[in-house]
């Protein structure tokens, strides 16, 4: 019989949330400690990915989820000035069909947060987590424990992982705005623009916003990690004139950016702990690994990391040391799979290279649309083109 654990998990974004839900849903004991004085969403919007949907319905946050999203049924990228399509991936069609969840953080959060309080999850806001001392969380302002076990959801910035990224040379501004009216774009598709590597634009349809009206979009933007500061030089007048060049059907989702604060700036990195966990702590989501979103696996590994967790404690009976070691087999491969193709991937659509975008759009297209590449570009898209959970399964 698995006994029943006091667990603590630092940090309440999608990873920390989920598995938080998953291990009191399994009868133990389980607090969240958050830094802010509410709990609260960061960001814009993102895709669950099929195999990350999965875990949400087995959560019971999927029915509340997909509610508030949108379903995408295809990723579409065109070169600005020919007008080529350079990217086309569909999530399959007939019997085989499915769709990524294009949806807002805060509906995420908001779904998950509410299966974790019903699980009887306990939030403790206002703990910003500095460290692990033994079975002990240490905090800014005391400390909690004992707890038999530990987990690391507190994202990229954790102060409990040993992880060193490395930062990648672009990122991203990132906002959400009304969908417009009047917009021919379709409501199912991602939708991608690209000059070369250094210019990338994009808009995803991604359903409502709790407390707002009316269907949103997250558009973005891509920038170099330190081109910020230029870009709020140049004023929206010059950016909205360059996008509405580069695209037209972006300039009435472009329009309603109206201060640059709107604009969030994204920094991403790369890197993985080849061993994630260790010193009375695991670590799960972007403590444990992290890479570009061009993928659009992000959220759907802090999910996989946190199912995996979860069903690792059943296996193991409560035995926190042997879960933890089943969790790091278990997700080790799907996620050194792709990182890897994160890496190949990224500088084709984010980079300096005039290179590498001609070598996407005079070979690589081409040779995604022939059978069976586009059956096998589907498969990586929705997340299971290696096995999640690998020897859990």
């Known amino acids: 019989m698995t006994q029943r654990l006091k667990i603590a998990v630092a940090g309440a974004g999608i990873g920390g949330l989920a598995v938080a839900a998953g291990l009191a849903q399994a009868g ?23 195999v990350g949907l999965e875990v949400l319905h087995r959560l019971g946050a999927g029915a509340l989820a997909e509610h508030q999203g949108n379903r995408v049924t295809r990723l579409l990228g065109h070169e600005a000035d020919s007008g080529r399509r350079v990217l086309d991936v569909s999530y399959g069609t007939g019997k085989d069909a499915r769709f990524g969840l294009a949806i807002h953080r805060a509906a995420l959060f908001g779904a998950l947060f509410q299966v974790a309080q019903t699980a009887g999850v306990q939030i403790c806001a206002g703990h910003r987590v500095s460290a692990v001392s033994g079975q002990d969380l240490l905090f800014e ?43 021919a774009l379709p409501r199912d598709e991602l939708r991608q623009v690209y000059r070369r590597a250094d210019r990338m634009l994009g808009v995803l349809p991604i359903g409502t916003v709790p407390g707002q009206q009316g269907s949103k979009a997250a558009i973005f933007w891509s920038l170099p990690r330190g081109g910020h500061a230029d870009w709020l030089a140049a004023g929206l007048d010059a950016w909205r004139n360059e996008a509405g060049a580069l695209w037209p059907a972006y300039a009435p989702f472009a329009q309603q950016v109206r201060d640059p604060a709107q604009m969030t700036m994204a920094r991403y990195s790369h890197g993985t702990l080849r061993k994630p966990y260790g010193r009375g702590v695991i670590h799960i989501g972007d403590a444990a690994h992290r890479a570009s979103p061009q993928l659009g696996q992000g959220a759907n590994m802090a999910l996989l ?74 498969r990586l898209v929705c997340g299971d083109l290696l096995p999640p959970a690998g020897s859990l399964a």
């Open 28 to 50: 133990h004991q389980v607090q969240i400690f958050d830094q802010f004085d509410a709990p609260a969403p960061v960001g814009s919007g993102l895709v669950i990915q099929p």
């Open 141 to 183: 302002t005391g400390r909690a424990g004992p707890f038999d076990m530990i987990v690391d959801a507190c994202g990229a910035g954790s102060p409990l992982s040993p992880l060193r990224a490395r930062a990648l040379g672009y990122g991203a501004l990132w906002t959400t705005v009304d969908w417009p009216q009047d917009s």
């Open 305 to 378: 990391d946190a199912w995996a967790l979860v069903r690792a404690l059943g296996v193991a009976q409560g035995d926190a040391d042997l879960a933890a070691l089943y969790y790091a087999r278990a997700r080790r491969w799907h996620v050194w799979g792709y990182q890897a193709m994160s890496w190949l991937f990224t500088p084709q659509y984010q980079s300096d290279s005039r290179l590498l975008p001609a070598l996407r759009d005079h070979v690589l297209f081409p040779v995604s649309q022939v059978p069976p590449v586009p059956s096998v570009l589907t």
